[in-house]
């Protein structure tokens, strides 16, 4: 709200809080909307899959790069855009990320998407769910339980579960680009949550390479005792993984012998689901995971 202060005759405002127009360089003989240069650079950092140097941002979208500095530093205040501990690079805000993870699960909502988890848990007679990698963990946005089964393994929407010992976690720890993976992982603790649970870093990055090359991950008790699971990945057009898909039992119904032949299924269904989801367009950026 503006405060007005009277000095002699002639009142004088107060300084307005600076404004996303603010950051437009008028000048540069850039005729683009302002909001499409916004989004253009969101777009760019939230695509990037790693954090982007301004010079190369400003590159990429034609921008000055005063233009691009102050962009980025509106938006850097506003928490849709961060600086990685160095400073010197762009990467997504926490508020982009709620952003996406609110329009991911919007999506997850609808009737095609949930009716094909759905009709997959009736398929495999287990329960199956959609998680997604939000900071340290991974976040269910969408599950089926199974029915008719004494058994049954409490997780709503919403629930976090860990990274380095889930089928899912582990998914996206191993299709991570290099460089944040890398960073990711020389901080991440490796508590023991179970009897199974891989605890040496060198074996826990064996595992990862061996997940990155045959396309698909478990958790044999190494969350819970007792429970098994296997978890796939979803991928947008360019090939990047987006979320996860995984199917969850009691060790006594599901083992790695008896998922070899579920493994098919699961893939087939995560393609289905891209596609029910509107993210298996293809894209003009190239794949940046395997």
């Known amino acids: 709200m503006t405060r007005k202060i009277a000095l002699g005759s002639a009142p004088l405002q107060e300084a307005r809080e600076p404004t996303i127009e603010d950051a437009a360089d008028n000048n540069s003989g850039d005729r683009r909307p302002l909001t499409d240069r916004v989004l253009a650079l969101l777009d760019a950092v939230a695509g990037a899959g790693q954090p982007m140097a301004v010079k190369d ?76 990698l939000e900071g340290g963990d991974v976040v269910y946005l969408d599950r089926v339980e199974v029915e008719g089964w004494p058994l049954r393994l409490e997780f709503g929407v919403g629930s976090r579960v860990p990274l380095h010992c889930t089928a899912m976690g582990k998914l996206f720890l191993a299709f991570l680009p290099e460089l944040p993976r890398r960073r990711l992982l020389d901080c991440l603790p490796l508590p023991r949550m179970a009897a199974a649970t891989l605890c040496d870093p060198a074996l826990f990055r064996a595992e990862l390479d061996s997940i990155a090359a045959c396309g698909h991950s478990f958790d044999d008790e190494e969350y819970m005792p007792g429970v098994f699971c296997a978890a796939v990945p979803i991928r947008d057009g360019a090939g990047r993984m987006v979320a996860a898909l995984a199917v969850q039992a009691p060790k006594v119904r599901l083992s790695r012998e008896s998922v070899a032949d579920r493994l098919p299924v699961l893939h087939r269904a995560a393609s289905d689901m891209a596609h029910a989801l509107g993210i298996d367009a293809a894209s003009a950026e190239p794949a940046l995971s395997p």
């Open 57 to 132: 941002i400003a590159e990429k979208l034609a921008l000055p790069k005063p233009t691009a500095h102050r962009l980025i530093a509106m938006l850097e205040e506003r928490g849709f855009l961060a600086r990685p501990i160095d400073g010197r690079l762009v990467t997504v805000g926490p508020k982009l990320r709620t952003l996406a993870l609110n329009t991911l699960r919007s999506s997850l909502a609808q009737a095609p998407s949930h009716a094909r988890l759905r009709a997959l848990s009736l398929e495999l007679g287990e329960t199956c769910n959609i998680g997604v």
